[in-house]
């Protein structure tokens, strides 16, 4: 069973600035896992198909051609494979924004969403490992 805590990651990146290379420490409240997950996300009355690269209990990192910018709320669907019902999140928000690659974060999952969310990334990291062994 994944861990639920609400504890910081720190991490150290480096990233350019005016005045060279500057750490920066990244702090996420939830582990993320690699994922390859179809997804269907809906904004304005429209849905298009993206795919999840990676996921959290917290948000995810998807790849999609819908317009999006930082701020707006979207609806995220996992289309999880062998499985009839998507995982359905009504309330996502756009973090960040980079050409077709775009972050959101979870404003509210039900507690039955987040028992698939969690199943499902028990199955991304199983397939993961199973990929690097």
Avoid at 36 to 47: D, I, P
Avoid at 81 to 105: H, N
Wanted: hydrophobic share 40%.
């Amino acid at each position: 069973m994944l861990e639920q805590s609400a504890t910081w990651d720190d991490r150290q990146v480096l990233f350019l600035g005016e005045r060279g290379i500057l750490p920066f420490v990244e702090r996420r409240r939830h582990h993320r896992v690699p994922a390859q997950v179809k997804s269907l996300l809906r904004a304005n009355c429209h849905e298009v198909e993206g795919e999840t690269i990676d996921l959290s209990f917290g948000g995810a990192r998807i790849e999609s051609s819908l317009d999006v910018q930082p701020g707006k709320q979207i609806a995220v669907k996992l289309i999880v494979p062998g499985d009839d019902t998507p995982i359905l999140i009504e309330q996502a928000r756009v973090q960040w924004m980079i050409d077709r690659t775009f972050g959101v974060r979870f404003v509210h999952v039900p507690q039955r969403e987040l028992d698939e969310l969690e199943q499902l990334m028990e199955e991304c990291i199983a397939f993961d490992e199973g990929r690097k062994a």
